[in-house]
C-alpha cells in the first residue's frame, strides 16, 4: 500500500495477556518508528529502528515491551503480561531517511489496546 | 517532565476568524519544530515545521512563528475552516546520533464553527 498500515486497529485484551502488534512501513522507508497516545496524553515516543536495528529503546516503558523489525521492514511490537495502564493509541511511523528534519515521518492510523 | 507543553486542551472558534494555537518547550536542543494535525482514527498527517533559524514559516492559510528566547511557538490558520477541526499536535526535534526523535505535546482540539 502507499502508506504505513497497522494490525488490528482495535485489541481488546485481559490483564495479564501478551499482544502483539504489527506495523508495515511504507516501501523503502529505513527508518521505523514506535509511539503510543495514552488518554488525554501526547504521543510518547517507545522505539526507534534502523533497518533491522535498535539504536534506541529508551522509551520502552517497561521490560515488559518488546519490539523487532524483520526485513527491514515489518515490525512488531509485543506487550507481555499486560496492564491496564498499557491501555492506549499505539502509533507506528516510518521515514526515508532518519536524520532529516521528521517532516518524513509517516504516521499509521494506529492500534487501540484496551487492557480489562 | 513534559519537554513540550500544549496548555490549552481545547479551542473553539467561529468560521472565517483566526485560530492561534500555542506550544511552549523546555530544551533548548530542540532546532526543528512540526505541527501535526490529527483527525479520529487516523495517524497525524505533517501540518507545518519550522527551523530554529528561523523566526515564521508559511503555506497557505497556516503560519508557524518561533519566539525562540520565549520558547514559544504559534500556529496561526486564518481564515479558519470547519475542515480544519482537528486535533494539533506540537512537536519537536533534535538530531540525536543519526536519528531525529519527535516529542510530542499533548495536542489541542479545534473546533472550528460554522
Known amino acids: 500500500g502507499a502508506g504505513v498500515s497497522q494490525s488490528p486497529s482495535n485489541k481488546v485484551t485481559e490483564k495479564g495477556k501478551d499482544v502483539e502488534l504489527r506495523c508495515d512501513p511504507i516501501?523503502?522507508?529505513?527508518?521505523l518508528y514506535w509511539y503510543r497516545q495514552s488518554l488525554g496524553q501526547g504521543l510518547e515516543f517507545l522505539i526507534y529502528?534502523?533497518?533491522?536495528?535498535?539504536?534506541?529503546k529508551s522509551g520502552l516503558p517497561s521490560d515488559r515491551f518488546s519490539a523487532e523489525r524483520t526485513g527491514g521492514s515489518v515490525s512488531t511490537l509485543t506487550i507481555q503480561r499486560t496492564q491496564q495502564e498499557d491501555s492506549a493509541v499505539y502509533l507506528c511511523a516510518s521515514s526515508l531517511v532518519p536524520g532529516q528534519p521528521t517532516r518524513e515521518q509517516f504516521f499509521g492510523p494506529g492500534t487501540r489496546l484496551t487492557v480489562l | 517532565d513534559q519537554q513540550v507543553k500544549q496548555n490549552s486542551p481545547s479551542l473553539s472558534v467561529q468560521e472565517g476568524r483566526i485560530s492561534i494555537l500555542n506550544c511552549d518547550y523546555t530544551n533548548s536542543m530542540f532546532d526543528y519544530f512540526l505541527w501535526y494535525k490529527k483527525y479520529p482514527a487516523e495517524g497525524p498527517t505533517f501540518l507545518i515545521s519550522?527551523?530554529?533559524?528561523?523566526d515564521k514559516n508559511e503555506d497557505g492559510r497556516f503560519t508557524v512563528f518561533l519566539n525562540k528566547s520565549a520558547k514559544h511557538l504559534s500556529l496561526h490558520i486564518v481564515p479558519s475552516q470547519p475542515g480544519d477541526s482537528a486535533v494539533y499536535f506540537c512537536?519537536?526535534?533534535?538530531?540525536?546520533?543519526?536519528?531525529?526523535?519527535?516529542?510530542f505535546g499533548s495536542g489541542t482540539q479545534l473546533t472550528v464553527l460554522p
Open positions: 512537536a519537536a526535534s533534535y538530531l540525536s546520533g543519526s536519528a531525529r526523535q519527535l516529542t
Open positions: 529502528f534502523q533497518g533491522n536495528s535498535a539504536p534506541d
Open positions: 516501501s523503502g522507508h529505513t527508518a
Open positions: 519550522i527551523s530554529s533559524i528561523k
